[in-house]
């Protein structure tokens, strides 16, 4: 799911943990780690949100909010409140886990 300022509160009002992929089409490690955000997505489909954010496409008020300052950023929330990150390339398992954490 694409994530970005114009959804983000429609997103958060489902009121279920989310897991947000901060990226850009530029940033080597973000493309290796997509395709791994994007089976976990499967996987967790209706147990967690799992959103993508491209801090280029109308993003800047999530990426000042969150304060991004590295990409990829993944975001680990719950009620609405972060609980976890992973800055920079994560093997799946560590990503798994946390994502597990929020369940």
Request: aromatic fraction near 6%; charged fraction near 25%; charge should be negative.
């Amino acid at each position: 799911m694409e994530i970005n300022d114009s959804n983000y509160g429609e997103v958060l009002a489902q009121n279920k943990p989310m897991v947000l992929d901060f990226w850009a089409t530029w940033c080597g490690p973000c493309r290796m780690v997509g395709p791994v955000i994007q089976e976990l997505a499967d996987q967790y489909e209706g147990q967690v949100i799992v959103g993508k954010v491209n801090i280029e496409e109308d993003a800047d008020d999530l990426v000042a909010k969150f304060g991004i300052r590295n990409i990829p950023t993944i975001l680990y929330m719950k009620d609405g409140e972060v609980v976890d990150k992973v800055v920079g390339a994560a093997p799946k398992a560590t990503l798994e886990e946390k994502l597990k954490a929020l369940l």
